[in-house]
C-alpha cells in the first residue's frame, strides 16, 4: 500500500491522458468532503462539505475545504458534483459559488433543493442540473454516469467518471440496507455491470471499515421508537441531523401511532423537512405536524418535539436546552433521545450534553443504550462484497479518519486488490492515474479555512492557539512607564490579569523584580520599548509559571515618559 510521506514535494505536470485526483477534505478526518478530478487542463469537484469544529477549536463555525489549490483555476471547474445533502458534502458549496458564481451544480433533486435553500441565504442564484439514478451527464471531458445507493438521507448517488484515463467509481457515502425505509437500495447490478466495463480507480466509504459485518436495517429502528414512546408519560424531545429525513419520518409515525402531536425545533431542521415534505420525501401523517407555539396548549403525554443537535453542537437546540438557555425548559420526567450516531471527535460534547440532560431529571435514550439509530455507512461485510463484486484495478479509501482509511485498505487487500495498487492519502495528496496505475505523486498545501462569524479563512491556527491559551491559561497584561533620561520606571508596573482563581494582589512580590529588570536593562544600554516589553515578559511569565503553575498570554507594555 503507497502511504503519503510528510515530505512530499509539489507534484510534476500531469502526464498527458492521465487523472489526477487531490482531495480537499475528507481524508483523515470525518466531515469537509471534497474531491477534485484533473483531466485534459479541466476540473471537476466531487462534493463540496463543512467540518464541525471541536472543543479545541473555539469560536470557529465551521471549517471549510482549502480552496487554495483550485483559487486560479475556477474558469477549468465543469461542475460541482454532489453525492447527497448532508452538510458534510454540502455546506462547503456557498463558499465555492462565491468565488465563482457560474459554476454547474449536479445532484439529485432532494439534494438540489437542499443546496439552493442554503444558498438564497447567501444570496446566490446557482446554475443547477438535476440527475437521476440510471442517468448519464458529459460534463466537458468527463462523462459521468449515476448510480443509487442507499444512505441515511434520501436520492443519495454515487458517480462514475468516465475520462480517456479510464473510469473512477466514487460511492459517496452509502451502505447496504436490504430493506430501505424508501426501498431504494444500493444498486449493486450496477456496480458490477461497471465492474465488468472496468474500474480503474474505486473510491470508497471508509467510516465504518472498522466495524465487522452488515449494518443494522433501518426499519428496525421504528419498533424501537415506539416502544419508547409507548414507555414515556410526558414530553419526548428526539435530536437528530437537520437532514435525516428517514429518521424524522419514523418520529412522525410513532407519534402518529401514540396520539402525539410533533413540532419541529430549529430553523435548518423545519427548512429541510419543509423541502422533504414538499417534494414527497417526507410523509406526514394528517394532524400530526403542529407549530412550536401551541406546544404549550397540549398536556405533556401528546407532545413530541424533534430537533437538531444530537452531535453536541454548541449552538443547536438540544445544547442550548440542556444548558437552560433555550425557550424549551426540560423537566423531570421528559424523555430525550439522542437518534444518531457518534461522529468522531464530538463524544466529550455529546456526553457533556447528556450529563445536563440527566442532571435536569430527564431520561436519555441514545445508541449506549438503546437501538435509536444506526449508521448510513458500509461497515467491513458490505465492504467486501463491493470489492468483490466490482473487482477494481486501484482502490482509494476517502471518507474518514486515517485508522478508518486503513482498515479499509486492508478490506481490500483482503479480497484480492494488490497491495501496490491500493492508495492510501491525506488531505491535499495528489494521486494519478497513469496508464491504469494509481499512485502518489505529491502533495499541495492543503490546510483548514475556518469560518468566524462573516469571516472566511482569516483565522490562523497560531490564532486559535490563542485562543485556547486564554480560555485554559488566562490572561496578563503589565503597563509600566519608563524614564529614558533617568533610566527609572515612574509609573508602574500595572499588573491585571483574567482567568486567575487568585486575586491580582498576589502580583505585588513580582513587581519589584520587573522594576529590577528594566532598570537593569536600561542601565545596561537597552532603550527599545520591544526589548524592555520582552524583558517584562520574561520576567512575569517565570515567576507565574513557578508560583502559579499557569502558561497565560502575557500582554507586556512599555512607555517612554
Not at 157 to 183: E, I, N, R, Y
Not at 445 to 465: H, N, W
Request: hydrophobic residues 45%.
Amino acid at each position: 500500500m503507497s502511504h503519503p510521506h510528510p515530505e512530499l514535494s509539489l507534484p510534476p505536470a500531469l502526464p498527458e491522458g492521465g487523472l489526477r485526483i487531490v482531495a480537499l477534505g475528507g481524508l483523515g478526518e470525518v466531515g469537509r468532503n471534497m474531491a477534485v478530478l484533473e483531466h485534459a487542463g479541466r476540473l471537476l469537484v466531487i462534493d463540496c462539505g463543512v467540518l464541525f469544529p471541536e472543543d479545541s477549536q473555539p469560536g470557529v463555525d465551521l471549517i471549510l475545504p482549502d480552496f487554495e489549490y483550485i483559487a486560479d483555476r475556477l474558469g477549468d471547474i465543469e461542475a460541482i458534483v454532489l453525492t447527497h445533502g448532508h452538510e458534510d458534502h454540502i455546506g462547503g458549496v456557498p463558499y465555492l459559488l462565491r468565488m465563482r458564481q457560474d459554476i454547474p451544480v449536479v445532484g439529485s433533486r432532494l439534494t438540489l433543493a437542499f443546496v439552493e435553500a442554503k444558498l438564497k441565504e447567501h444570496r446566490i442564484r446557482p446554475v443547477t442540473r438535476v440527475v437521476a439514478e440510471g442517468e448519464s451527464a458529459q460534463l466537458g471531458v468527463f462523462g459521468c454516469e449515476f448510480v443509487a445507493v442507499n444512505h441515511s438521507i434520501p436520492d443519495a448517488l454515487a458517480v462514475a467518471v468516465t475520462t480517456a484515463a479510464g473510469t473512477v467509481l466514487h460511492t459517496g457515502d452509502f451502505k447496504m440496507d436490504q430493506l430501505p425505509l424508501d426501498g431504494r437500495i444500493t444498486d449493486l447490478r450496477s456496480f458490477a455491470r461497471l465492474g465488468e466495463k472496468g474500474v480503474d480507480l474505486f473510491m470508497v466509504d471508509s467510516t465504518n471499515a472498522e466495524v465487522p459485518g452488515f449494518v443494522t436495517p433501518e426499519v428496525e429502528i421504528g419498533p424501537v421508537l415506539d416502544v419508547t414512546f409507548g414507555q414515556s408519560d410526558k414530553r419526548i424531545i428526539v435530536a437528530s441531523f437537520s437532514s435525516h429525513v428517514h429518521r424524522v419520518q419514523q418520529v412522525l409515525d410513532a407519534a402518529a401511532n401514540h396520539g402525539r402531536r410533533v413540532a419541529l425545533v430549529g430553523r435548518s431542521m423545519i427548512r429541510n423537512m419543509g423541502i422533504a415534505a414538499e417534494l414527497g420525501y417526507l410523509k406526514v401523517p394528517d394532524g400530526v405536524l403542529i407549530d412550536l407555539k401551541k406546544v404549550d396548549s397540549l398536556p405533556d403525554d401528546r407532545v413530541v418535539l424533534m430537533c437538531t443537535g444530537s452531535q453536541g453542537e454548541p449552538m443547536a437546540a438540544l445544547s442550548r436546552m440542556a444548558n437552560g438557555d433555550h425557550k424549551v425548559q426540560v423537566e423531570l420526567g421528559d424523555t430525550v433521545i439522542l437518534a444518531s450516531s457518534l461522529i468522531p471527535g464530538n463524544e466529550n460534547a455529546v456526553f457533556r450534553i447528556i450529563n445536563g440532560l440527566t442532571r435536569l431529571g430527564a431520561r436519555v435514550v441514545h445508541g449506549g443504550n438503546a437501538k435509536v439509530h444506526v449508521s448510513g455507512h458500509a461497515s467491513a461485510g458490505e465492504l467486501v462484497y463491493c470489492y468483490n463484486i466490482i473487482r477494481p484495478r486501484n482502490v482509494m479509501p476517502v471518507h474518514g479518519e486515517v485508522r478508518h482509511l486503513v482498515a479499509n485498505a486492508a478490506l481490500a487487500v483482503k479480497t484480492g486488490v494488490p497491495a501496490d495498487r491500493v492508495v492510501l492519502a491525506e488531505d491535499g495528496v495528489v494521486v494519478d492515474l497513469v496508464d491504469g496505475r494509481a499512485s502518489v505523486v505529491g502533495a499541495v498545501p492543503c490546510g483548514y479555512v475556518y469560518v468566524d462569524g462573516s469571516s472566511v479563512g482569516e483565522i490562523t491556527d497560531a490564532e486559535l492557539k490563542d485562543r485556547v491559551i486564554l480560555g485554559e491559561e488566562g490572561f496578563v497584561s503589565i503597563f509600566a512607564v519608563v524614564d529614558s533620561a533617568t533610566g527609572k520606571v515612574i509609573a508602574g508596573p500595572q499588573i491585571l490579569a483574567r482567568g486567575f482563581a487568585e486575586d491580582d494582589s498576589v502580583f505585588d512580590e513580582i513587581r519589584p523584580q520587573v522594576v529590577q529588570a528594566l532598570e537593569d536593562a536600561i542601565a545596561g544600554g537597552a532603550t527599545d520599548t520591544h526589548r524592555l516589553q520582552q524583558i517584562m515578559r520574561r520576567v512575569v511569565g517565570r515567576w507565574v509559571s513557578g508560583r502559579l503553575r499557569r502558561r497565560p498570554m502575557i500582554v507586556p507594555v512599555v512607555v517612554e515618559a
